[in-house]
């Protein structure tokens, strides 16, 4: 520390020695103490010896001028008669030392509760710390209804995003307008909802159900959970059932596993009542008059969901305030029912073998201090952008594309660059073995103003074979409004001089340098699974094809492409016993 903070800061112990301090000059106090390590230190060996002080003027003169221990103070009564008045140095030596002391204490007592405080923001620190305080202390009681998993989902009235470990709020309305999600209660009880729906919790054993299909599975434990519809009410008896409740109120409920308890609204309402007991494989219908009929069947066996469906589920970034920040770290993604999470180290890399754009000469982003040289060279650095970098603000964006798909091989060799087939192509560095769920992921950069499900894109064989066709995506895993989106760090768009129409152009053309991108965006995800191109499993891929839907304006931007390694090992059913991932 320098002089002059050492002469303010003796100010300030003057003060809090004598009870002076303004709320200002507490806070410059706290400052003071909490950037200076070097400070700390000297005052916690100063406050040893200070204590050392404390104790001897207790010693010499019976008087205790400020807090002291209660082991030091009891210790020091039977001493004090046998000690000599001191001198008038002595006493004003020790006064000072004593006010010196009641500043050390203070201060140290202040930066030791701000210190807790701060390691209280992270929850498991802070529960940790309790239970080590306090170990026979009674943990809080866990919340009615939380919500597990969410796959696509939006909501609509709500006022912010939802995200696993969120608590529902009682007798709320939720409006699930699209995706899925898992809920799971109290009691043990776990619940996945299908979009359109509307449910309210009422409490951790019973939900309203007022549209919309849910899957319920009640553990042991569990049982007695009830699901409410407009015209009935389901009560489990240790079971798997499911209800899919229409818009006129008619709901049809069919039992999985276990037995199940159906009642009409007239029943619920009779003092003495009993329902029309539903085993495994049973199915009725609750009409919109609540009368209960067996159903002719076809509506029945397809509606029951265990797990949510194979997606990538999240992925990890480098915060902003990281030196190297918006660097994808990990992905984690279901696949056959089983969440695996990848190191980015880990996703197979590609080489960008073809790009040609439509119209759109905005083609190149980069980090805002990370500057493109305008001038184009026959090195690939400008390919890496994508194929070499894990770096979410740097891309190949706006490929070209069709309203319609592919139906035949694209061409990417053909002389006449005008020839070839807008889009873009990439080589995988080893095959990709076809498993279940997603095999392939792309990140888009997406502006907050675009719509929020993603731009739609083509994805096809490089050559077709019999058997195989092209899938477009168009509604993302991770879209802009889902909790795991990444808000992307100030970023450059580079503006070409021409119309990219191959790789080569794309590395040799000029560009206008790059100006700073004004509107935020973020980065969404999505899985590409290799069964919807028509690969049977197991099957070797090594090349793709990507191009825009062309639905609107709005044009697909890959920053990152990665294929994930084999599964482990064969995925077997999921697991009958949990809708847990």
């Given amino acids: ?33 909490l950037a200076s390590p070097e400070a700390r230190d000297e005052y916690f060996l100063l406050l040893d010896l200070e ?7 207790v010693e010499e003169t019976g008087l205790q001028a400020i807090s002291l221990p209660e082991a030091i103070v009891s210790s020091l009564g039977t001493r004090r008669e046998k000690k000599a008045p001191p001198s008038r140095h002595s006493s004003y030596m020790l006064a000072m030392a004593l006010a010196l002391l009641g500043f050390l204490a203070t201060a140290f007592v202040y930066w030791h509760s701000n210190q807790e405080g701060r390691v209280a923001q992270d929850g498991t620190q802070s529960a940790a710390k309790q239970e080590k305080a306090n170990p026979n202390a009674v943990a809080s009681a866990p919340p009615e209804m939380q919500i597990m998993q969410l796959a696509g989902s ?33 009691t043990g009880a776990e619940m996945i909802v299908q979009a359109p729906a509307i449910f309210s919790v009422q409490s951790a054993e019973r939900v309203m159900l007022k549209m919309g299909e849910c899957s319920v599975y009640a553990p042991a434990g569990a049982e007695g959970f009830r699901v409410l519809t407009p015209h009935a009410e389901v009560v489990d008896k240790g079971t798997r059932f499911s209800i899919n409740v229409h818009e006129s109120g008619e709901a049809d409920v069919e039992v999985i596993e276990g037995a199940a308890e159906v009642f009409t609204a007239e029943e619920i309402n009779q003092p003495s009542h009993t329902g029309l007991l539903l085993e ?44 190297h920040p918006d660097q994808l770290l990990a992905v984690t993604v279901q696949r056959g029912g089983k969440s695996y999470t990848y190191d ?38 400008r390919q890496e952008y994508l194929d070499r970098d894990h ?6 964006l706006n490929p070209g594309g069709s309203s319609q798909p592919l139906t035949s091989d694209p061409d990417i060799a053909n002389q006449d660059l005008n020839r070839r087939t807008p889009g873009l192509a990439v080589r995988f560095h080893q095959p990709i073995i076809n498993g279940p769920g997603p095999d392939v992921v792309l990140f888009d950069l997406h502006v907050i103003v675009h719509p929020a499900d993603g731009d739609p894109f083509h994805v096809s064989p490089l050559l077709f074979e019999p058997g195989l066709k092209t899938h477009t995506v168009r509604k993302y895993d991770i879209s802009l409004s889902d909790h795991s989106s990444h808000q992307l760090s100030h970023f450059r768009l580079y503006g070409f001089d021409r119309r990219v129409r191959s790789v080569e152009e794309l590395c040799q053309a000029d560009h206008n340098g790059g100006v700073p991108h004004a509107v935020p965006a973020k980065v969404i995800a ?17 090349e793709l094809f990507i191009q825009d839907a062309m639905d609107d304006e709005n044009q697909v931007d890959p920053v990152f492409i990665g294929a994930f390694p084999p599964v482990p090992s064969p995925i077997s ?9």
């Fill in 526 to 542: 999505t899985g590409i699974d290799l069964s919807d191109l028509g690969y049977p499993a197991g099957a070797e891929v090594r």
């Fill in 344 to 381: 980015v180290d880990q996703l197979i890399d590609f080489d960008l073998i073809h790009f040609k754009v439509n119209n759109n000469t905005h083609n190149l982003t980069t980090p805002l201090l990370s500057i493109d040289p305008k001038e184009g060279d026959d090195s690939r650095r």
């Fill in 154 to 186: 939006r909501f609509f009235g709500e006022s912010k995003i939802f995200a696993p470990g969120e608590v529902l709020t009682l007798d709320h309305d939720y409006a699930l307008v699209a995706g899925s999600v898992q809920l799971r209660s109290r």
């Fill in 391 to 396: 770096c979410l603000c740097t891309g190949i």
């Fill in 573 to 581: 059913p999921a697991d009958p016993t949990s809708t847990e991932e």
């Fill in 1 to 33: 520390m320098t002089r002059e903070p050492n002469k303010r800061l003796g100010e300030l112990a003057h003060l809090s020695v004598h009870g002076s301090l303004t709320s200002a000059e507490h806070a410059e106090l706290e400052q003071i103490l």
């Fill in 51 to 57: 204590y050392g002080l404390a104790k001897l003027a």
């Fill in 280 to 323: 495994a494989g049973e199915g009725r219908v609750i009409s919109s008059l609540g009368e209960i009929a067996t159903s002719n069947g076809p509506q029945f066996g397809q509606t029951y969901k265990s797990i949510l469906p194979d997606r990538v589920v999240s992925f990890d970034v480098s915060p902003a305030g990281d030196p």
